[in-house]
């Protein structure tokens, strides 16, 4: 019952909107088709989208600027998965030549350890380069086509010796390649949609701290050095949406099982941290991960619904843990992935200059080492907010806990090194300056309750040279964790160069 009633505070307990520059009727209405009479149609307010949001939903001119207020403008964002509106202007021809759009960038990226007491200090620990390219085209008859991959390789270990470095490390990251999304997307009916491939779907509202978002792995390889939705790695599925009124229903099929990247014995940011190539073999513990096919498949079921001020989601599935735990002991030791039952939901309300967000999900069937055979629940609780009221800035924060029913104390031991209650906090700032050319971001992460148990402050800053060139530099600082991994070591400062074409 207490679970309900969180649930139903969660999803009913706050409110937000970004306010910024004055909007007239006249912006709003720029680029439209305005009748004599002053009415709006609704192909001029629909023209230039690929999909409409709700089809079969009529729409009115108080529809069409809804959530408009005289005095603010609200930001434009892209969100491909959850609207189905996407627009691209960098696709070449025309919409009745229907040709094939290319682009892409190339980086080149440095980091250097600043740390002092770490084996790696003062150190080179990338000096890589990467080359990413995406392919989008319409096929005919309302289908879209999208692929998209990447190459990198980095000289750091050449240049620092490569004998210095385990199998493990060298393996995962002296060079990657890996293709990416790749799927074709369609309507089968006005109200239903079907998409398959390998795709990315953001589950949740959170942008730094992860409940609800688990439909993807992500890439842990280098913890803090980027935001998550730049580590999310595809898998493959069969998506279709369903669309009725102001809801979206969405069912989901994944054959294709992936892990999350972690980092591997012998990283500074693995559980032993640096270490020889003969201790890394002689800890190795083997993996059974799920296998591709309908066997270990994983499904889901969404619902969002999108009304004025707000919004509601509902989630609901089986997947199997991104996290492995140890099963066994000694030879008969083998890491696997638990099978485990998700349902959670999370709202956004939107009021003058600030946007509140909540979350909450419940986990059952999770393992641990330490807990033999027993099966445990856990209770995930978001609450975040940003505040838009400072011209071209953004304040945010994040404190999401963590609980585990039926908790054993057994469990702060290794390998499983877990609390009962478990807390992490996130407060970010960014900000647009010189006629957003200029980027500035900071992020501090903390965990514990009191703040107190490790975490990292990375502070960056991006220059957009001109339309194709940037350039961007930073650093991060970590502080040690109460439980190993210790990152503590791993303070870098780095930089990037990117041209996009």
């Known amino acids: 019952m207490s679970r309900c009633l969180v649930l139903a505070l969660l999803l009913i307990s706050a409110t937000v909107t970004a306010a910024e520059d004055e909007l007239s009727l006249e912006d709003a209405l720029a680029g439209f088709d305005v009748s004599e009479e002053g009415e709006l149609a609704v192909e001029g307010a629909l023209e230039g989208f690929d999909d409409e949001p709700y089809p079969g939903v009529d729409l009115s001119i108080d529809d069409v600027l809804d959530g408009f207020e005289s005095d603010s403008r609200e930001e434009v964002v892209d969100l491909e998965e959850e609207m189905e509106v996407v627009t691209r202007p960098w696709l070449f021809g025309t919409d009745e030549e229907q040709g094939m759009g290319i682009r892409g960038h190339w980086i080149a990226g440095s980091s250097w350890n600043i740390a002092g007491e770490s084996p790696t200090s003062d150190r080179l620990t990338r000096l890589s380069t990467k080359l990413w390219l995406e392919a989008e085209s319409e096929i005919g008859d309302g289908w879209k086509f999208h692929g998209d991959g990447f190459l990198r390789y980095d000289f750091a270990y050449e240049i620092n010796g ?207 080492f330490n807990t033999g055979a027993a099966e445990k629940s856990r209770l995930d609780i978001l609450l975040g907010g940003e505040y838009r009221g400072i011209t071209d800035t953004t304040l945010s924060f994040e404190v999401l806990r963590r609980h585990i029913n039926s908790y054993e104390s057994s469990l702060v031991d ?88």
């Open 162 to 368: 490569r004998d210095q470095y385990t199998s493990g490390v060298l393996d995962t990251y002296e060079s990657d390649e890996e293709i990416g999304e790749l799927w074709i997307r369609g309507s089968l009916t006005p109200d239903l949609d079907l998409k398959v491939g390998r795709q990315i779907v953001v589950w949740g509202q959170s942008d730094y701290l992860r409940v609800n978002d688990i439909i993807n792995p992500i890439d842990l390889r280098e913890p803090g050095l980027v935001d998550i939705e730049t580590l999310r790695r595809p898998v493959g599925m069969v998506k279709s949406d369903y669309y009725s009124g102001l809801w979206r229903w969405s069912a989901l099929l994944i054959p294709e099982n992936r892990s999350n990247l972690s980092a591997p014995c012998g990283s500074e940011y693995s559980l032993a941290g640096v270490a020889t190539q003969s201790k890394c073999d002689s800890d190795a513990v083997p993996s059974d991960t799920p296998g591709d096919g309908l066997d270990d498949a994983e499904y889901a079921l969404s619902a969002m619904g999108r009304f004025s001020g707000w919004d509601l989601s509902l989630y609901g599935g089986r997947f199997n843990y991104g996290t492995a735990y140890k099963d066994g002991t000694g030879l008969s030791a083998v890491m696997r992935n638990a099978r485990i039952n998700h349902l959670g939901g999370a709202v956004n309300i939107a009021e003058g200059s600030w946007l509140w967000k909540g979350e909450v999900a419940v986990i059952d069937g999770l393992r641990y």
């Open 414 to 501: 290794g390998t499983d090194y877990v609390d009962e209650n478990s807390w992490q906090s996130v407060f970010a700032y960014s900000r647009e300056m010189y006629n957003e050319t200029l980027h500035l971001k900071g992020v501090l992460l903390r965990n514990g309750s009191s703040l107190d148990d490790g975490g990292y402050l990375r502070l960056s800053a991006a220059y957009d040279l001109d339309d194709n060139w940037s350039a961007t530099g930073g650093g991060i600082w970590y502080d040690a964790a109460k439980y190993p991994p210790n990152w503590g070591d791993n303070d870098r400062l780095f930089i990037e160069i990117r041209r996009d074409f």
